[in-house]
Nanobody
């Protein structure tokens, strides 16, 4: 069984930084694109950033220049370095991974980690 386990959320003051991590574990899988989405209270889940297995990245306009996504393919882990955090970044952050599991292409989601920014 494949799963994604996130860590690194928490409470930080405006202007501060947090680093999220998400590790994929299981058997017989290959990780393709990984990324982070977020869902603020009362709003839909939206893309934050994605990174392909080759290292190509994509960011939401709202986080460009402040957030950096990276990954360690050997560890099947994706990271999100969040700097200059703002109150509007408050949300539950979800890890995402598009994987090949055996003969199947499956999208996985983590359970989410809360990020709170105090003003």
């Amino acid at each position: 069984q494949v799963q994604l386990v996130e860590s690194g959320g928490g409470l930080v003051q405006a202007g501060g930084s947090l680093r999220l991590s998400c590790a994929a574990s299981g058997r017989d899988f290959r990780v393709n694109t990984m990324g982070w989405y977020r869902q603020a209270p009362g709003k839909q889940r939206v893309l934050v950033a994605t990174i392909t297995s080759a290292g190509s990245t994509n960011y939401a306009d709202s986080v460009k220049g402040r957030f950096t996504i990276s990954r360690d393919n050997a560890k099947n882990t994706v990271y999100l370095q969040m700097n200059s955090l703002k109150p509007e970044d408050i949300a539950v952050y979800y890890c995402y991974a598009a994987m090949n599991v055996g003969a199947y292409a499956i999208n996985y989601w983590g359970k989410g980690t809360q990020v709170t920014v105090s003003s």
